[in-house]
């Protein structure tokens, strides 16, 4: 079993409504948690970051993490036709402090006009 | 553009060829990573340098995979003996080393071997 779980899609939404992304993981030594968008045969561009549990807004973009259930969350607002890229989670433990990150396979998402 | 770079973008060989890629990583960055992503999956990291020296390898780096970063700048990831299940998107990313969960990608390049 991985570490990171991630459904993998495709999740299509219209635009406007609200996208909701998950990872599931099972080792409690992550802290460091990660969003990237990843348009198609494009590097990985972070999003956002968060440490240990809590809510990160930032602009249409919110993140959550729910360590006592091994869960994190991405949410978008006002979603765009933009908004369709696979989008990644990552995280890393402290122990792994240089930055060693767990991906996870990625949801792929469509937002349709 | 101050972001990472690589080059290729993309590479055509035949199994059994050498290949060689480069990362530019953003320049005050001292931490450099490099990541293999297949179709359908997200990065798995292969190696780490900080600075010059490469302190963490993968054990997805096989013998026939080496990284170096001299002087700490660009760096060059080499495979040698292609095989076609090195065909993958061979991306870079780079951090400075207090804010290592920060890590920027470059645009990748993607590996076809024949």
């Known amino acids: 079993q991985k570490e990171v779980e991630q459904d993998p899609g495709p999740l299509s939404v219209p635009e406007g409504a609200i996208v909701s992304l998950n990872c599931t993981y099972s080792n409690s030594a992550f802290q460091y948690f990660m969003w990237y968008r990843q348009y198609s045969r494009k590097g990985p561009e972070l999003l956002m970051y968060t440490y240990s549990s809590g809510n990160k807004e930032d602009g249409r973009f919110t993140a959550q993490v729910d360590k006592s259930s091994k869960y994190i969350s991405l949410f978008i607002r006002d979603s765009q036709p933009s908004d369709s890229a696979t989008y990644l989670c990552a995280m890393s433990a402290t122990t792994d402090s240089w930055g060693k990150f767990q991906f996870g396979a990625g949801t792929q998402v469509v937002v349709t006009p | 553009d101050t972001g990472v770079s690589q080059d290729p973008r993309h590479k055509i060989t035949k199994r059994g060829q050498n290949v060689t890629f480069r990362c530019d990583p953003i320049?005050?960055?001292?931490?450099l990573y490099w990541y293999r992503q297949t179709l359908g999956q997200g990065p798995e990291f292969l190696t780490y340098?900080?600075?010059?020296?490469?302190?963490?390898k993968s054990r997805l780096l096989s013998d026939r995979f080496s990284a170096e970063r001299p002087k700490g700048s660009f760096s060059t990831l080499e495979i040698q003996r292609t095989e076609q299940g090195d065909s993958a998107m061979y991306l870079c990313a780079s951090s400075l080393g207090f804010r290592s969960y920060e890590q920027y990608f470059g645009p990748g390049t993607r590996l076809t071997v024949t």
């Open positions: 320049s005050e960055h001292n931490r």
């Open positions: 340098f900080q600075n010059e020296a490469q302190l963490e």
